[in-house]
């Protein structure tokens, strides 16, 4: 039994001075507030609970350096794009599980403890099904269950390249499903996870520039889970989407779709006030991916002027265990991805331990700096394993990217796709 000791830290209830949480198998055992520090005792500054991470494309993570050099004057995100493309041209289910389970064991080590996977990698590599249909999703489940990280999976209906029913492009093939092919899919993929714990199914149609407004339909209508979808992250988008149908995406949506507490809007970047105040209001919410924004030159969440106004709405707000009991709050992100509470979980925590499978601790001998406990890192059901640990090793990264880069040209230098340096966290996690 190991305990530590917090000044401060964020409970059900609320904040709580003097805190001891208490360890049994490397996995919280107990929490107790109002106590002194004894002895001997490990002590920190403040404790905040898990996060999770609302927003992964999870096979991005092998991609990191390989599109984060300077470019022609024209570089966008539609070029980011290609470059996205050719990279997933190689990608085999084991390769997916590889690096997914990397990206996990990241987000564990970064406080997060569950993840939303935004999962649109469905076929082969000439976009034909596998024989299993959901091997890819078998795949992503595999990696959740080695690193404990808990999931909330998101099988993403991907029917078309632009707005109006557009033919898919070549670079799309291993995403594009008919409604009949995903309804399959989402089956195998709610079977591919059932024996996860605490793994939840959701549905994400991909953004209306994929889905007609009756695939929309179709994929809302599956199950009982969180829909996820890209909205309004490109200007080109917005654009495209008022030649199509008079209307901006976000204010579509608002009025063609039944948005609620389900629904959460990816990106969310190109917002009127009007769109603003109205989606405020829908009861549905904002995952915010600030730094892939940053990456692209997306834009910016929210006009400063305003924020003042719609701060005051439960979605806009950063989670706090307020807005977690409300469960309707934004999602924001950190250096390793984006995160939001309601979206990703399918019940507001009753009790620490079940809502806090970790905690990010602050210390005093580097009081501006956040890390993740070790001792805390897995969820309940059990430390990490031995494996799992290997995978965050230096060389375990240097030779999987090595292996996936092989014959892969690009105009990134070698060093920085080894994932020891600077790139590190320059993968984009919320790309399209």
């Not at 076929?123 to 595999?142: E, F, L």
């Not at 549905?203 to 209508?221: D, I, N």
């Amino acid at each position: 039994m190991t305990s530590l000791w917090f000044e401060t830290a964020l409970l059900p209830e609320g904040w709580a001075d003097g805190v001891r949480v208490t360890l049994k198998g490397g996995v919280i055992d107990g929490v107790h507030a109002g106590v002194t520090s004894a002895a001997g005792e490990a002590r920190y500054g403040a404790a905040l609970p898990g996060l999770a991470n609302v927003h992964s494309h999870a096979f991005q993570r092998g991609m990191a350096g390989l599109a984060e050099t300077r470019g022609p004057a024209h570089d966008n995100f539609w070029t980011w794009r290609v470059e996205m493309y050719r990279f997933l041209d190689r990608l085999t289910p084991e390769d997916v599980a590889s690096i997914a389970a990397l990206a996990y064991c990241e987000m564990l080590e970064s406080g997060f403890t569950r993840v939303g996977e935004f999962h649109y990698l469905h076929h082969d590599a000439n976009g034909a099904s596998y024989a299993d249909i959901a091997i890819m999703a078998k795949a992503i489940a595999a990696a959740a269950d080695e690193t404990g990280l808990a999931l909330t999976l998101l099988p993403v209906l991907y029917a078309h390249s632009n707005f109006g029913g557009a033919p898919p492009t070549p670079g799309q093939r291993r995403f594009i499903c008919d409604p009949d092919q995903f309804a399959q899919l989402y089956e195998a993929s709610r079977k591919a996870i059932a024996h996860l714990p605490d793994a939840h199914i959701g549905v994400a149609p991909h953004s209306l520039r994929a889905v007609t407004p009756e695939e929309l339909r179709f994929a809302a209508s599956l199950g009982a889970g969180p829909i996820h979808i890209h909205a309004a992250e490109q200007t080109k988008e917005v654009d495209d989407c008022i030649a199509w149908s008079g209307l901006r995406p976000v204010e579509w949506l608002l009025q063609n779709a039944d948005l609620n507490a389900r629904w959460c809007l990816i990106h969310a970047t190109h917002l009127t006030d009007a769109e603003t105040d109205a989606f405020a209001a829908s009861g549905a919410c904002a995952g915010l991916c600030p730094v892939t924004e940053a990456n692209l030159g997306d834009g910016f969440f929210l006009r400063s002027a305003s924020l003042p106004r719609t701060a005051r709405s439960p979605w806009a707000r950063i989670p706090t265990s307020s807005s977690m009991r409300r469960w309707n709050c934004a999602a924001w992100n950190t250096p390793s991805g984006s995160f939001c509470a309601r979206a990703t979980c399918s019940r507001p925590p009753s009790a620490l331990r079940s809502a806090c499978r970790c905690f990010t601790v602050r210390t005093r001998a580097a009081p501006k700096r956040w890390a993740p406990m070790r001792a805390a890192l897995a969820p309940a059901r059990r430390p990490i394993s031995s494996r799992s640990r290997a995978i965050t090793s230096r060389s375990r990264r240097a030779s999987m990217i090595a292996h996936l880069m092989r014959g892969f040209s690009a105009r990134a230098p070698a060093r920085s796709i080894a994932c020891g340096g600077p790139a590190r966290w320059s993968c984009k996690r919320g790309g399209t």
